[in-house]
Structure formats: structure tokens, C-alpha cells
């Protein structure tokens, strides 16, 4: 009888641990996604990159609420302010390729703030430096084409009059 109440007994204790709830499992660790970056307003135009970089400069000192903070031409680089938002505007040249056949220039804004802030006042003036660029390249082109002539005419030398 002996036997009967330990193999009863390992029975029901074996019965009751089966029924015994496990520990809770810890909560799942959710892992936020990180804010995808918006972005960066960028165009390409058919110009090469000093007169683009010229044209850029030009448009900007026209603009209002734009103050500048530096500029670098050898970088392609204007570091401004425009409505007190920190802004970088890049000209690069873009190299020749199937695709590209003709002296190409990417112009990008971004903003000069880490993380990237907004890129409302960038968006603004992109739109505001796309829709310029072509008048402003023509101007620019104009302008070196004049002063070129000059100092051509300035290098010949002028034949003296004979006074009669």
C-alpha cells in the first residue's frame, strides 16, 4: 500500500505542476524606428558649376530675409541664414556620363542643423532658386561675356591720330 500512496502522490504532484502557471513573460521591448530624414530639396541644371555658384550668389543677395554667414566658391558653398533658419546651399559640378552630355550642376539645399530641422524655409528658397536659375545663368553669362570684351579691346592697341 506503501507503493500505491508514492506513485498516487508523484501522480498528483506530477497533475499539479502541469497546472502551475508559468512566470509572466516580460513585455516585448518595442523598438522605435528612427524618423525617416526628409529629403534634401535638390535640381539639376545644364550650366557649369562657377557660373551656376555665380548665378546662386546673385539670386541670393536679392532675396529677402536671406543674411549669409560665409561662402567658399572652391566648395561650392553658400552658409546662410534665410528667415534666421541656418541653411547650406551646394553647387557640384556633375560628371559626364551616358546620361549627362553636357556640363551639368546639382544644386542642393539642406539644413545646417543636426538632426535636420524642418525643411520648410529650405523647401522655400529651392523652389524660389529653381525657378530663378535659368534667368539668372543668362544674366551671369552676359555679365563675363561683357567684361571679356573689354579687357579684350582694353588689350589692343589704338592706332594714333595725325593731326592735319
Given at each position: 500500500m506503501r507503493s500505491l500512496s508514492v506513485v498516487s502522490i508523484s501522480c498528483l504532484a506530477l497533475a499539479l505542476s502541469a497546472c502551475a502557471h508559468a512566470p509572466p513573460a516580460p513585455p516585448p521591448v518595442v523598438v522605435a524606428a528612427p524618423?525617416?530624414?526628409p529629403v534634401r530639396p535638390r535640381f539639376t541644371i545644364e550650366a557649369g558649376a562657377?557660373?551656376?555658384?555665380?548665378?546662386?550668389?546673385?539670386?541670393?543677395?536679392?532675396t529677402p530675409?536671406?543674411?549669409?554667414d560665409g561662402r567658399a566658391q572652391m566648395l561650392g558653398l553658400y552658409a546662410i541664414?534665410?528667415?534666421?533658419?541656418?541653411l547650406m546651399i551646394l553647387t557640384?559640378?556633375?560628371?559626364?556620363s551616358e546620361a549627362?552630355?553636357?556640363m551639368t550642376t546639382e544644386v542642393t539645399v539642406t539644413t545646417r542643423t543636426d538632426p535636420p530641422a524642418?525643411?520648410?524655409?529650405?523647401a522655400?528658397?529651392?523652389?524660389?532658386?529653381?525657378?530663378?536659375?535659368?534667368?539668372?545663368?543668362?544674366s551671369v553669362r552676359a555679365r563675363f561675356a561683357a567684361e571679356k570684351l573689354a579687357k579684350e579691346k582694353a588689350k589692343t592697341p589704338r592706332k594714333k591720330r595725325s593731326k592735319k
Open positions: 524618423a525617416p530624414e562657377n557660373d551656376t555658384w555665380n548665378a546662386v550668389g546673385q539670386i541670393l543677395v536679392r530675409g536671406v543674411a549669409y541664414r534665410y528667415h534666421g533658419e541656418p557640384r559640378a556633375l560628371p559626364l549627362i552630355a553636357g524642418g525643411y520648410g524655409n529650405a522655400a528658397l529651392f523652389a524660389l532658386l529653381e525657378s530663378a536659375l535659368p534667368a539668372e545663368l543668362d
